[in-house]
């Protein structure tokens, strides 16, 4: 399955943004969001399955949604109340993890 984020960019704290990830293929049962911070290990942000049972990092809980539409082979990412530490390279996935992608940049700025 190939995989394509997009819709990353520069915000200033507090704002919101939406990323997206188009899929190929068929619809895989497990997508994820992923985040690199500069300096920082690759790490797991939120999950959404096939019937869009959703789980999250505690660190975005309350604040991010991920959602998934079926028909189009896509899952997105809203971002609110973004904050400086939610700066990052978002890569999407599905799972078992599969090859990775290029990420979208998101910054926040202070």
């Known amino acids: 399955v190939q995989l394509q984020a997009s819709g990353g960019g520069l915000v200033q704290a507090g704002g919101s943004l939406r990323l997206s990830c188009a899929a190929s293929?068929?619809?895989?049962?497990?997508m994820v969001w992923y985040r690199q911070g500069p300096g920082k290990q690759r790490e797991w942000v939120a999950s959404?399955?096939?019937?869009?049972?959703?789980t999250y990092a505690d660190s975005v809980k309350s604040r991010f949604t991920i959602s998934r539409e079926n028909a189009k082979n896509t899952m997105y990412l809203e971002m609110n109340s973004l904050k400086p530490e939610d700066t990052a390279v978002y890569y999407c996935?599905?799972?078992?993890?599969?090859?990775w992608g290029q990420g979208t940049q998101v910054t926040v700025s202070s």
């Open positions: 996935n599905i799972l078992p993890l599969s090859k």
């Open positions: 293929g068929s619809p895989p049962r497990v």
């Open positions: 959404v399955t096939s019937v869009s049972a959703t």
